[in-house]
């Protein structure tokens, strides 16, 4: 059996190792991995592949730094190419990326079996390019891999319970990989105190917008007296935060981390604010709360069990809400939101039926 696993950035490699390990327990199954090149990335050499334990791609495409449509339609040709070749029995593709869509659209054309891991999930604000890639490709697919129970609903109240489709809940790919990483977490070399806040800002809703960029950075500087923050930040951020003139000499500013140093900071910090998705997911599976620096969120049910605060670009919600969560905060991490780190098995196990 064949199985071509379409890849476009660093996150998605991590997530997709996690499956790349269980389907090497099966004897006769070969797994293909296309880096469609989305995202550049300097640190995927081949020590990443090595110390995270992941498999190497088999093909490289070189679909970065375009537009939306010549991305998507890169990949597209590229993919396209690959899948005639192979003759796979799968396409999987992971999460939201321009690189999920672009696999997912080339899977259904060719007939071959599509299936979509992190299925159903939705922010319903269809401003992000994320929730177009998302509900596309969930339409195409034959089998919907749910990471909770809100994503396999999403997709009912959607009708795709009329669809010829699969809807499984696997859980969370993320937290196998929380689990299996946390082993062999390697503390970054940087002075850190012995209470720390791990903060990250990259999204183009709270950088592209001075307004919010500067909120929320007024708001971090100003805590970042009182408790150590550790900001990873991408040099893109920092180039725009140096034009704007923000003030960010609190904080302590680092070179953005690999995944073993993110997991120790993650299992280390008191708490998380963030406007990533993942590192939302990855507070609550290190039992820590998370301020998120947005105005909405994919993971409801955080915010639900109380384990995340939305706190937007609102200066003053994120310094009121910091006081809250300083002060004492309870939430039951104990819940089995993300299914426990059983997604890779539960996925190979549907794969190979
Ligand atoms: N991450 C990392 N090093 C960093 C910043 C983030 O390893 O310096 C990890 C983070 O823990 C999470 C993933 O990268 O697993 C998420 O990436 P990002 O925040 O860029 O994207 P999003 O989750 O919003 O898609």
């Known amino acids: 059996m064949k199985i071509l696993t379409i890849l476009g950035a660093r996150p998605q490699f991590i997530k997709a190792g996690n499956l790349s390990r269980e389907l090497k327990k099966y004897d006769g199954i070969r797994e293909i991995i296309v880096h469609t090149g989305q995202h550049y990335d300097a640190n995927m050499s081949d020590i990443f592949f090595e110390q995270m334990q992941i498999p190497k791609p088999d093909y490289k495409l070189n679909s970065g730094g375009k537009t939306h449509a010549a991305m998507t339609a890169d990949i597209m040709c590229g993919v396209e190419e690959i899948a005639i070749r192979e003759k796979p029995d799968f396409i999987v593709v992971y999460g939201d990326t321009n690189s999920t869509l672009a696999g997912a659209l080339v899977a259904s054309k060719l007939h071959i079996k599509l299936a979509h891991i992190e299925a159903g999930l939705r922010s319903f604000n269809m ?3 994320e929730e177009i890639n998302r509900i596309l490709t969930d339409r195409v697919s034959n089998i919907l891999f749910c990471p909770t129970d809100v994503a396999v609903q999403n997709l009912k109240n959607e009708g795709f319970d009329r669809f010829e489709c699969k809807i499984i809940k696997s859980g969370d790919i993320m937290q196998d990989g929380a689990m299996f990483y946390k082993k062999i977490a390697k503390k970054p070399s940087i002075k850190i105190n012995n209470n720390f806040i791990l903060c990250t800002v990259h999204r183009a809703e709270n950088t592209d917008d001075k307004t919010r960029l500067t909120a929320i950075f007024t708001a ?8 150590q923050i550790i900001l990873p930040l991408h040099p893109r951020t920092k180039n725009i935060i140096k034009n704007l003139d923000i ?10 981390v690999g995944y073993l140093e993110m997991v120790w900071l993650i299992d280390n910090c008191d708490f998380v604010m963030t406007d990533s998705g993942g590192l939302q997911k990855e507070a609550f599976f290190f039992k820590k709360p998370c301020l998120t620096l947005r105005d909405e969120t994919e993971w409801v049910e955080l915010v639900k069990c109380g384990a995340n605060k939305l706190v937007g670009a609102d200066k003053n919600k994120i310094l009121s809400n910091y006081e809250l969560i300083k002060n004492g905060f309870h939430c039951d991490f104990e819940l089995d939101l993300y ?8 996925i190979a196990k549907e794969l190979i039926k």
Do not use: F, R, W
Request: without cysteine; negative net charge; hydrophobic residues 40%.
């Open 339 to 346: 299914g426990g780190g059983k997604a890779s098995e539960i």
């Open 220 to 227: 971090l500087n100003d805590i970042a007296t009182q408790k």
């Open 247 to 256: 003030d960010i000499s609190n904080i302590s500013v680092i070179e953005p």
């Open 127 to 129: 401003l992000m390019p």
